[in-house]
């Protein structure tokens, strides 16, 4: 069974940074002034775009001709010189179709990274949507994450970012970090309230392997805020973003009415999407790939790949699933959605009935509070929001 073909994303991953970050997992390199091996990625990326717009000579992946967002992410897209970044996004705009005026394209950027010109010549380049890496408004936190901002720097990003003309704009925030307490997490975020955004997306710190954060909280040197302190803390946001009328539309982000993210809405639709860049992943026609987590090697194998399919060898990793699998996972992912997963929709996309597929699985969540059904809706309850890694595990 097929789905029916829609626009899709588009996703440029730029792998560079100023200082890689110690809790951070992304894929990137700390190479932000190397300017040579940017302009080769530069060229690359635009190879891999081309390619995937022109189907490379294959149906099934030329089929998304159409994208209706666009997302610069990283990595630090802007530690890129604008020129660079305006050029590889005229590059998209000529390659692919858009819808014109409802085209969305976010663009993230970090504090420390952008002046005011440079968010002005981004705004005329055709970025329409911002979402800045606050992470933070206390300074000793910021330092201790290992960020290269301050919040006076922050705060003058958003200042400029909307005097640029970016009318969309988002903040990114974490909380849970080391040393913070339910004050210091009151206080970012009120003060990230008062500068007005449209969009937030609040994450809490997560220990990933093979960061240095990973590796001295196994060490007993990362006092993170015990799991009482993190409940208050969420319990806070909710509070606080609601009175500010944002919106919660997914467990970790929140929105002004019709500001939702577009384009990570596609991930949790699980539609299709079209990532460029080392360490990018595509989806089209139910086929995952992976591009190769190396930035010289991404590039040698674009810019000399010759005329033939050698290009393709970007790809280290591709999974075509079959239909139960996409149905599992359009679940999982829509279930991080706060409306929920549409019963209806489901069945019309994989002709399978979600109740009778999870059968007593989804009636054990159901009686332990996690999810319940709104409508033809079926979404996580307050608490298995709070719990929507042990639920989504149940139903993987
Ligand atoms: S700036 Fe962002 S992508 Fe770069 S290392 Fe820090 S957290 Fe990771």
Redesign the pocket.
């Given at each position: 069974m097929s789905e029916p073909v829609q626009a899709a994303g588009l996703y440029v991953h730029v792998p560079f940074?100023?200082?890689?970050?110690p809790?951070?997992?992304?894929f990137?390199i700390?190479e932000g002034g190397n300017r040579e091996l940017q302009q080769r990625y530069v060229r690359a990326a635009r190879i891999q775009m081309e390619r995937l717009a022109a189907g490379a000579g294959e149906e099934e992946i030329s089929r998304p001709r159409t994208v209706d967002t666009i997302f610069f992410g990283?990595?630090?897209p802007a530690v890129l010189p604008v020129h660079l970044l305006a050029d590889l996004l005229s590059t998209s705009l000529e390659l692919f179709d858009t819808p014109g005026e409802s085209l969305e394209v976010s663009l993230e950027v970090?504090p420390g990274t952008v002046d005011r010109d440079d968010l002005l010549s981004l705004r005329r380049a055709g970025f329409n949507r911002i979402s800045i890496?606050v992470?933070s408004l206390d300074d000793g936190e910021l330092r201790r994450l290992?960020?290269?901002h301050d919040r006076a720097q922050a705060e003058q990003t958003v200042t400029w970012a909307r005097q640029a003309g970016f009318s969309n704009l988002s903040l990114d925030l974490m909380f849970g970090l080391p040393g913070q307490d339910l004050c210091s997490w009151r206080r970012t975020l009120e003060q990230a309230l008062a500068l007005k955004p449209d969009h937030l997306s609040i994450y809490e710190l997560t220990l990933e392997e093979n960061t240095s954060f990973y590796l001295r909280a196994r060490q007993g040197d990362l006092h993170l805020p015990p799991e009482e302190i993190i409940c208050e803390m969420m319990e806070w946001t909710q509070e606080q973003t609601a009175a500010a009328g944002l919106r919660r539309y997914e467990i970790s982000n929140y929105a002004r009415p019709g500001v939702a993210c577009r384009h990570n809405l596609k991930y949790w639709d699980n539609s299709s999407y079209i990532g460029i860049g080392p360490g990018a992943v595509s989806f089209l026609a139910n086929t995952r790939m992976a591009a190769i987590e190396d930035v010289a090697a991404y590039c040698r194998l674009l810019l000399d790949g010759g005329t033939g399919d050698g290009w393709r060898r970007v790809w280290v990793d591709s999974e075509t699933l079959d239909r139960q699998g996409r149905f599992r996972e359009t679940v999982i992912m829509g279930l991080r959605l706060v409306r929920g997963v549409s019963r209806t929709r489901l069945q019309e996309r994989f002709g399978l009935d979600i109740e009778t597929f999870y059968g007593p699985v989804l009636e054990r969540l159901r009686e332990a509070g996690l999810v319940e059904w709104a409508g033809e809706y079926l979404r996580l309850t307050p608490a298995g929001l709070r719990l929507a890694n042990t639920v989504m595990a149940e139903l993987v």
């Open positions: 940074c100023e200082r890689k970050c809790y951070c997992s992304f990137s700390a990283g990595g630090t970090n890496g992470q290992g960020r290269i």
